[in-house]
């Protein structure tokens, strides 16, 4: 009987790595199996950042000298820095370990590279890119985080068959499904923030938190609050809840007094410049949370905050819901501040998946840039 090949102990290693997605902000998901002659001896992944990699996790589970002429399946390139931990490298060569197939180098400055050449330098032999695009979809937020300092943007709209995310009397209480909606809280999940606008605060009073029958943790997303005149409504039920984390973004036109009124309802105020219309400038916006350590970014409306993300090139990722439901022409439109003429000048999205989730579809991709 032949051997399971590289890419099957890869795709487990995979797997593995899923367990703890959005657990381990701002590092990577990672996966990892050690090997020998075709048989697993152990396996790991990452839990939380602080906490040991996948790689100390699987060589913790072995005897001494059991990993001795081994190999060992990695998602990502093994570290070689000090972090919160030590670096995972050196770590694998005094194992014994014989080979390590890598899934994708890590993006982070400090390792890429460095983490295989140590490996190498040590007599390690190295296969890279098994599964490769795979293990690099496993962590684009990461990626892109550790690389620009920027949150990785997905935005969320569940629409109509028409385009349509509210009736002309503002009702959009459900347009998807129960399906589609538990979907989202998986999202939230995953994400470190959630973002708002100001009006979607004032129709909808929405909570914004994670509400899954086994939660991973008790951790629920920062709340981002879009509001450049900042009126937004002080009761709303985001910030009656102890210990949720609200930011309100402003710009500088704003008194001191208004953003007195939110800080002492527990609430931060996060002053940014105005951009040429007297919104608050997004961009800039990205960088601030970005500071704060936010590395997946979750936009969930409303139409005039799905407008400026999307013209200003600053979504990275789009989960649509499509409900079959028509609400004709007075209905709100979710992009109702992108006019495009031409249609070669469309906007089109890479890796697409599609997928029903009940009477929903699903549309999922990589906006082009």
Request: hydrophobic letters at 40%.
């Amino acid at each position: 009987m032949a051997r399971p090949s590289h890419a099957h102990f890869m795709a487990r290693a995979i797997e593995l790595a899923l367990k703890a997605k959005g657990q381990t902000s701002p590092n990577p998901i990672v996966g990892v199996i050690i090997t020998r002659q075709g048989r697993v001896l152990s396996e790991g992944f990452h839990r939380k950042a602080g906490q040991d990699h996948a790689e100390i996790i699987a060589l913790k589970k072995l005897e001494k000298n059991e990993a001795n002429g081994s190999t060992m399946y990695v998602t990502m390139e093994p570290c070689s820095h000090h972090g919160k931990t030590p670096p995972c490298a050196p770590r694998i060569v005094e194992a014994g370990i014989q080979r390590v197939v890598i899934g994708c180098r890590d993006a982070n400055p400090q390792v890429n590279g460095q983490g295989i050449r140590w490996l190498k330098d040590a007599g390690v032999e190295v296969i890279e890119g098994v599964m490769h695009d795979a293990c690099i979809h496993l962590n684009l937020p990461f990626q892109k985080f550790i690389t620009t300092k920027l949150p990785f943007v997905t935005l969320k709209v569940a629409m109509s068959l028409d385009g349509k995310i509210a009736t002309a009397t503002g009702e959009s209480h459900w347009i998807s499904n129960t399906l589609s909606r538990q979907y989202v809280h998986q999202l939230r999940d995953q994400v470190d923030a959630i973002l708002i606008g100001a009006g979607t605060l004032k129709r909808d009073d929405p909570l914004l938190t994670v509400r899954l029958p086994r939660k991973k943790s008790e951790k629920q997303p920062l709340v981002v609050i879009v509001d450049a005149s900042l009126e937004s409504p002080t009761t709303r039920q985001l910030f009656k809840v102890k210990g949720r984390q609200v930011v309100l973004a402003t710009t500088q036109l704003v008194s001191s007094e208004k953003k007195k009124i939110f800080t002492d309802l527990g609430a931060e105020v996060l002053t940014l410049p105005a951009d040429l219309t007297g919104r608050v400038d997004l961009r800039e916006l990205l960088r601030a949370l970005g500071k704060k350590g936010v590395t997946h970014l979750l936009v969930e409306g409303g139409s005039s905050i799905f407008s400026a993300f999307i013209s200003e090139k600053l979504v990275d990722h789009l989960v649509c819901f499509l409900a079959p439901k028509i609400l004709g022409g007075q209905a709100l439109d979710w992009l109702p501040e992108i006019n495009i003429r031409n249609l070669k000048d469309a906007l089109e999205l890479d890796n697409l998946s599609v997928k029903t989730l009940g009477d929903n579809v699903l549309i999922e991709g990589e906006l082009k840039k």
